[in-house]
């Protein structure tokens, strides 16, 4: 079964404007953490924000915000201010139970975002 | 400046051919990790290390290997026995994850492995 779901293979948004990619989970965990990553063309997967089930509030990092809903279990990345610059594929992940697994990271499909100016 | 790097970036590899791939750390993080990615796709976990001389499957080890002998180095060998190697493999680390949620897993800049 999926545990990350990302359900918008692609998506627009115009320059300046706002965008929330979605992200779903399945976990009966009771302590679990959410992370976001970009990946550009050129490969590398570069973190953005983090999101733990036990925190209250929903996560901000700059431009970066985490709309966490636990009861519907979802964890959408809201960017705000696009820039051209942010055109990439966006992936949401999961960690489970690291005291057995080593911190391993689950992945959703991802988003391509693109960004039109 | 810290960081992972991996090598080759483009990689072709015959049939029955073994081939490896290099990552190297200088970040001091104790747990490495390798991910394939195909087109289209997230990532799923090769193999991992949480320490030297020790390391764990993960989801897709057949047809893969890897050895640990230093802290800084943590090689994949894509074997024969792999049948669809074609991918995009992205080497991770951090420092040992044991009972920490919030701790990020830093990635390398990928090698692309193509069929001949």
């Known amino acids: 079964a999926q545990k990350i779901t990302q359900t918008q293979p692609g998506m627009f948004v115009q320059e300046k404007e706002a965008v929330t990619l979605d992200c779903t989970y399945d976990t009966s965990d009771q302590s679990y953490g959410l992370f976001w990553y970009k990946q550009p063309s050129s490969g590398e997967m570069i973190f953005l924000i983090y999101q733990g089930s036990y925190d209250e509030q929903n996560a901000t990092e700059g431009r970066y915000s985490l709309n966490f809903q636990k009861a519907r279990k979802s964890a959408n990345l809201v960017i705000s201010a696009s820039q051209l610059g942010d055109s990439a594929m966006y992936f949401c992940a999961m960690r489970e139970d690291p005291y057995n697994q080593g911190g391993k990271l689950i992945f959703g499909q991802g988003t391509e975002l693109s960004v039109k100016p | 400046d810290g960081g992972i790097t991996q090598s080759p970036k483009y990689l072709f590899r015959k049939e029955g051919q073994n081939v490896t791939l290099s990552c190297e750390q200088n970040?001091?993080?104790?747990?490495m990790y390798w991910y394939r990615q195909d087109p289209g796709q997230g990532l799923r976990l090769i193999y991992y290390?949480?320490?030297?001389?020790?390391?764990q499957k993960g989801d897709i080890a057949e047809g893969y290997s890897v050895s640990r002998e230093k802290k800084e180095s943590f090689p994949l060998t894509v074997t024969s026995a792999q049948k669809n190697p074609t991918a995009f493999y992205l080497c991770?680390?951090?420092?040992?994850?044991?009972?920490?949620?919030?701790?990020?897993?830093?990635f390398g800049p990928g090698t692309r492995l193509l069929v001949l």
């Open positions: 290390s949480q320490i030297v001389n020790d390391f």
């Open positions: 991770a680390s951090s420092i040992d994850l044991t009972g920490f949620w919030e701790e990020t897993q830093y």
């Open positions: 970040l001091n993080h104790d747990a």
